[in-house]
């Protein structure tokens, strides 16, 4: 899995004594699976989740993670007119 360690930080933090992670369900690789119940972390765009999530909530309950930041710094940086 090519994971960016954001993505792998928040499957740590929200994961639960006896997950299971990177498991096949149906024809996908999901995050976690926490009995019958499939976990998704998005870290990015949802338009990549659309058909796994079209197929899998047919057959499981899904949650899906999407971290949103607490705090955002905007900076304006001028150029120096000399």
């Given at each position: 899995?090519?994971?960016?360690?954001?993505?792998?930080?928040?499957?740590?933090?929200?994961?639960?004594?006896?997950?299971?992670?990177?498991?096949?369900?149906?024809?996908?690789?999901?995050?976690?699976?926490?009995?019958?119940?499939?976990?998704?972390?998005?870290?990015?765009n949802?338009?990549?989740?659309?058909?796994?999530?079209?197929?899998?909530?047919?057959?499981?309950p899904?949650?899906l993670?999407?971290?949103?930041?607490?705090?955002?710094?905007?900076?304006?940086?001028?150029?120096?007119?000399?």
């Amino acid at each position: 899995m090519n994971e960016y360690s954001l993505h792998s930080e928040i499957k740590k933090i929200y994961s639960h004594p006896g997950d299971r992670f990177e498991v096949k369900v149906d024809n996908y690789i999901v995050d976690i699976l926490r009995g019958k119940l499939v976990i998704e972390v998005q870290t990015r765009n949802f338009s990549a989740l659309k058909k796994r999530l079209q197929a899998l909530v047919k057959n499981y309950p899904v949650r899906l993670v999407y971290p949103l930041p607490e705090k955002k710094w905007i900076t304006h940086v001028t150029k120096e007119i000399k």
